[in-house]
């Protein structure tokens, strides 16, 4: 009989405390956002087409961390809200390029300085350089390939 090794204790589980650290971090970016009424989801849309410009939809999934039927989904009803636009890609007509609009900036210039001081405020408790020691292990972690190996 094969014995399999013991499970870590969740206290020291990766992918529970990725969980833990994103809703410390998620639960104050939700209070900024509720006075909007805007989801964080559809703010990181936003986010990701005001910094890399008009995205085609797969793209903009994978940029923002979202299911493309999810996304999907959220884009209609952003367009609805005029949050951004959908236009069809003139290389592959199959394929829509999104866009935000005006007013979909507008909600992040409501919310910057809020943004800001909350991330200053993590930044002074957590201190600046392991900040940015964190996020290049995070990006560093985010690159490994954990693909099972033949």
């Not at 005029?82 to 992040?108: A, F």
């Amino acid at each position: 009989m094969v014995t399999q090794p013991p499970l870590r204790r969740t206290a020291r589980s990766l992918p529970i405390a990725l969980l833990r650290a994103r809703e410390r971090v998620m639960g104050p970016i939700r209070e900024i956002l509720n006075e909007s009424g805007i989801s964080e989801q559809k703010f990181r849309v936003i986010r990701v087409l005001d910094e890399s410009g008009p995205m085609e939809q797969t793209a903009l999934a994978h940029a923002t961390c979202l299911l493309l039927p999810s996304l999907t989904r959220m884009l209609r009803a952003m367009e609805e809200e005029g949050l951004l636009t959908r236009s069809s890609d003139p290389n592959d007509g199959r394929k829509s390029i999104v866009t935000v609009t005006d007013k979909g900036c507008q909600i992040l210039q409501d919310h910057a300085e809020d943004a800001a001081a909350l991330f200053a405020d993590f930044e002074a408790r957590f201190g600046k350089e392991r900040m940015e020691n964190l996020l290049d292990m995070l990006e560093d972690l985010v690159a490994l390939d954990m693909r099972k190996k033949d």
